[in-house]
C-alpha cells in the first residue's frame, strides 16, 4: 500500500537545491565569516553602545533575510513560502532597527526571548528539512535547540538584564549563525563531487 501524501520536501527536491547550491558553496563561507565577525564585534561592545548594536542588529537581520529569500528562489519544494516569509520579516525588522537604532536596542532588549525562541523554531525546521541531503543536519538541530533554551532563560529576566544580555547574545547568535554557515558551505562544497 502506497502513501498518497507527499512529503514537505522530498529527497531529491533537497539534492536538488543543495546541488545548484554548490557552485555557490563560497557564499556561505563569506557569510559565515562575516557573521563570526560581527560576533566579535558585538562582544566587546559596553552599554553605551545602544545605537551601535540596533545598526548591527539591523545589519544582521537584512543579512538573514536575503539569505533566507536566496534559499526560496532557489528552492523548489513546498517550503518555498516558508523561507520567502521569514526573509521578508527578517528584512523589514532589518530597515527598523537601523532606522531607529535606540528604540530597537530597547524593543529587541523587551522580546528577546521571544526572538531567541523564533529563531531557533526556524533553525530546528531547518535542520529537519534539509536532514535527507544534509549529513550535518544535526548541527543546525544543536544550534537551534540551544538558541530555545537561551530564549526560555532569557525571558525569566528583568529589563535591565535583558538590555545587558541582549549584547552578549546578539553576539552569541551571530557566532552560531557563523559556524553553522561555514560548516554548511563546506558541506555544499562536496556536493560538487557527486
Not at 519544494?77 to 521578508?88: E, K, Q, S, T
Not at 528583568?158 to 554548511?184: C, K, P, Y
Request: aromatic residues 16%.
Amino acid at each position: 500500500m502506497s502513501s498518497t501524501t507527499a512529503a514537505p520536501f522530498s529527497d531529491a527536491e533537497a539534492t536538488n537545491v543543495l546541488t545548484k547550491m554548490s557552485n555557490m558553496w563560497w557564499l556561505w563561507l563569506v557569510t559565515g565569516i562575516a557573521w563570526i565577525v560581527i560576533s566579535l564585534v558585538i562582544l566587546q561592545f559596553e552599554e553605551s553602545s545602544v545605537n551601535t548594536i540596533g545598526i548591527l542588529v539591523g545589519f544582521m537581520f537584512l543579512a538573514t533575510g536575503v539569505q533566507q529569500l536566496f534559499f526560496a528562489s532557489l528552492s523548489g519544494g513546498g517550503l518555498r513560502w516558508f523561507w520567502a516569509i521569514f526573509g521578508v520579516l527578517f528584512i523589514i525588522g532589518g530597515f527598523v532597527a537601523i532606522l531607529s537604532p535606540a528604540a530597537t536596542f530597547a524593543a529587541i532588549a523587551d522580546i528577546l526571548g521571544f526572538l531567541f525562541l523564533l529563531v531557533g523554531v526556524f533553525w530546528v525546521v531547518d535542520a529537519f528539512t534539509t536532514k535527507a541531503a544534509n549529513s550535518l543536519w544535526w548541527l543546525g538541530l544543536i544550534s537551534g535547540i540551544l538558541m530555545i533554551l537561551l530564549a526560555f532563560w532569557t525571558s525569566a529576566q528583568t529589563f535591565s538584564q535583558r538590555a545587558v544580555m541582549l549584547l552578549v547574545f546578539a553576539g552569541i547568535w551571530a557566532m552560531l549563525h557563523g559556524i553553522t554557515d561555514v560548516v554548511r558551505a563546506f558541506m555544499v562544497r562536496s556536493l560538487r563531487n557527486l
